[in-house]
């Protein structure tokens, strides 16, 4: 007999919200003249691993970045669109994908250290697809790219990382106290 977990109703409430999270935080969006606006979509795409682990974290954000690529105003400053996921901010969406799961799995391992690693090597392979797509889009080489759409942001997103962290503890705590403990 095969063995099949089925996924609860929490499961999707829960991956639900965070789509919605990831949707609104993407609208705090400071326009840059480089075209890449400064938002809080990494604290999001972040929290979002944090809570929900890395499975339901790439769940919501596919289906984040799904809705915006049929139209649905969820990018920053309530854009939406395929030509978004192709344009010069699209590397960074594409990435995403990279920082959810990396940030997930390194929670799962229970191991602070690991846990470090693999959230920086999930945001710089964020920050990698940013830049060059970046490149492409706009013919640039690697490094006035990175000055332009990456170098600026680092310390803003390091900390973005961070945060996430320490707000999904508490938002963890407090569903358990709630007795609405997210089994990852």
Not at 54 to 69: D, E, F, P, Q, S
Not at 95 to 124: E, H, P, R
Request: with cysteine; glycine share 10%; aromatic share 10%.
């Amino acid at each position: 007999m095969e063995n099949k977990k089925s996924i609860s109703t929490r499961t999707v409430v829960f991956t639900g919200m965070f789509v919605a999270v990831l949707a609104v935080l993407s609208q705090m969006a400071i326009p840059m003249p480089s075209g890449v606006p400064v938002t809080l979509q990494t604290f999001a795409v972040a929290l979002t691993a944090y809570v929900l682990g890395w499975k339901m974290g790439v769940a919501a954000t596919a289906v984040y970045i799904l809705l915006g690529a049929v139209g649905v105003p969820v990018f920053a400053n309530f854009s939406g669109g395929f030509d978004k996921l192709v344009g010069m901010t699209g590397g960074f969406i594409w990435g995403f994908l990279f920082m959810v799961l990396l940030c997930g799995l390194g929670l799962k391992q229970k191991n602070k250290g690991l846990l470090i690693v693999l959230s920086a090597a999930g945001l710089a392979i964020c920050h990698l697809l940013g830049i060059f797509q970046f490149m492409a889009v706009m013919d640039m080489e690697f490094v006035p790219a990175a000055m332009a759409v990456s170098v600026p942001y680092l310390v803003k997103d390091v900390v973005s990382v961070v945060l996430a962290y320490f707000v999904a503890l508490a938002v963890r705590r407090g569903l358990s106290a709630a007795n609405l403990a997210y089994e990852m």
